[in-house]
């Protein structure tokens, strides 16, 4: 099975749990971001297996140490990950909460003057 390698690479023992995290990380058109709750939610939406919260905790976490996603902290206390691994930028919608991803090449210079406590530009957050 395609996952069994990358679990492997990542230190993890192809469960037939972690292969159904794999399922709903990797098995997409679109890349897509998530925080470890909302990524619970669609495992439980996707199959009938139990799968353990500290499961999908350490799973993503060896993944993203891997290199198979990308971590982003948005506050103290929230953090989203990507399945898109490559080099982008991110902007956090503060209204509708979701990050929003643009490629390096949809952003030119920045040039901040001022020093900024909070780096909040129209109800956008760059991150």
Known sequence: MKYIEKLRKSGLRPTKQRLQICEVLFNREK???FTINELE??????TSSKISLAT???TVHAFEKKGYLKQIPI???ETYFDTNVTDHHHFYDLKE???IDLENSDVGPINILKKLTEKRLNQ???L
Request: proline content about 0%; glycine content about 0%.
């Open 31 to 33: 890349t897509f971001h």
């Open 41 to 46: 939610q669609k495992i439980k939406n996707h």
């Open 56 to 58: 999908v905790y350490n």
């Open 75 to 77: 506050n103290s206390s």
């Open 97 to 99: 909460e979701k990050l």
């Open 124 to 126: 956008l957050k760059f």
